[in-house]
């Protein structure tokens, strides 16, 4: 008995060197690529709505340079302090001014030209300058704010250290793991490190300048626990709305 043909499959296989393929493998691979589309804009919205969820109301204005006069305060971090309000003064880079450099202004009065670095749900917001050039000073001396700043006491704070510029609008979100890396690297050219205390849904979270428990920046004491769960035991010193924690390096403890 002669053999027969084998029947064709009814869906055609396409094989890459025999020039088009059939419309089936065509129609299901279109379809394919439309769902692997689909999905990947999913996927992209929701990690947009992720991030959204966490990240901070914080801006920085680049297009508006503006000028503040107060007393500057070269220690525990360039800032300038304008009656009961602070402003930490950085570079527009990420470091903040050089300890020498920022001596020369200390406790005077002066002009501050800048743009403006903040988050409506903070007291204290950021200068950023182009260098010392961009202050200037208006008087001899003045009284040192922190004179008539208020000890709140010893406490125990839970938290997440993060870098104030950063943490205040320059990056958005400039909190949490996945901003450690830049984190690290603003701290460790300078800017003022701080412990970001969180108080559940709806309420704004609590800033303290993180420095040692003798008052004076200690960024390279920090830099291992940047944006790691800790708890941090120190004194807490207030001026206005501006919060100060002096700790000892060894009284900082990450946590799980």
């Not at 499959?9 to 059939?22: H, K, S, V």
């Not at 690529?33 to 992720?50: E, K, M, P, T």
């Not at 919060?243 to 990450?254: E, S, V």
């Amino acid at each position: 008995m002669p053999e027969t043909a084998p029947e064709k499959p009814d869906d055609p296989f396409f094989i890459g060197w025999e020039g088009e393929p059939a419309t089936a493998p065509v129609r299901h691979s279109k379809s394919r690529s439309l769902l692997f589309i689909a999905l990947g804009l999913a996927i992209a919205g929701v990690g947009a709505a992720l991030q959204t969820g966490f990240a901070g109301k914080g801006t920085w204005n680049l297009a508006e340079e503006r000028t503040w006069e107060g007393v500057f305060l070269a220690s525990p971090h360039p800032a300038l302090v304008t009656g009961d309000a602070v402003h930490y003064i950085v570079l527009e880079t990420k470091h903040g001014l050089a300890a020498e450099d920022a001596a020369a202004f200390h406790l005077k009065p002066v002009k501050v030209e800048g743009t403006l670095i903040e988050d409506p749900d903070q007291p204290t917001s950021m200068i950023a300058v182009t260098g010392t050039g961009s202050v200037y000073p208006t008087g001899d001396a003045a009284a040192d704010p922190l004179d008539s700043a208020a000890s709140d006491g010893r406490v125990t704070l839970r938290g997440e250290i993060a870098d104030s510029k950063c943490a205040l609008g320059a990056m958005n979100p400039g909190i949490f793991k996945p901003h450690r890396a830049c984190a690290v690297a603003c701290i460790s050219g300078g800017i003022p490190p701080i412990l970001i205390v969180r108080h559940g849904e709806g309420i704004p979270p609590t800033h303290y300048l993180l420095v040692s428990d003798e008052g004076e920046a200690m960024n390279g004491a920090v830099l291992e626990h940047v944006a790691l769960p800790v708890e941090v035991t120190g004194e807490v010193v207030r001026l206005g709305d501006w919060r100060i924690l002096k700790a000892a390096p060894a009284a900082i403890r990450q946590i799980e």
